[in-house]
């Protein structure tokens, strides 16, 4: 098993920036891929970016530019800094891991949830 905690969501400013932090503890060693959904209230939960364990990245095209995705191997930990916050972006962010690969299919591990309200 592996478990996934989210921190650094808040409130912001538009335009502003947040970095949103992912922990991940437990049975590591065959993960392979991490990455960040969000879902905004009464809409469907969306890939926002994710990241492989040798680097590779992915983004969603709103936010390509303004996120970026990074993954520290050694402290299991994944990242999601965010600049230029627009009021769009509100939503609960969540922390995903999955053996293969973030986007083809529903991730095997999910954290909480962080929210993010960005104001206008």
């Known amino acids: 098993q592996v478990q996934l905690v989210e921190s650094g969501g808040g409130l912001v400013q538009a335009g502003g920036s947040l970095r949103l932090s992912c922990a991940a503890s437990?049975?590591?060693?065959?993960?392979?891929?991490m990455g960040w959904y969000r879902q905004a209230p009464g809409k469907q939960r969306e890939l926002v970016a994710s990241?492989?364990?040798?680097?590779?990245?992915n983004y969603a095209d709103s936010v390509k530019g303004r996120f970026t995705i990074s993954r520290d191997n050694a402290k299991n930990t994944a990242y999601l800094q965010m600049h230029s916050l627009k009021p769009e972006d509100t939503a609960v962010y969540y922390c995903?891991?999955?053996?293969?690969?973030?986007?083809?299919?529903?991730?095997?591990?999910w954290g909480q949830g962080t929210q993010v309200t960005v104001s206008s």
């Open positions: 995903a891991a999955d053996h293969s690969t973030i986007g083809a299919g529903f991730p095997d591990y």
């Open positions: 437990g049975s590591l060693f065959s993960i392979n891929a």
């Open positions: 990241i492989t364990s040798g680097g590779s990245t």
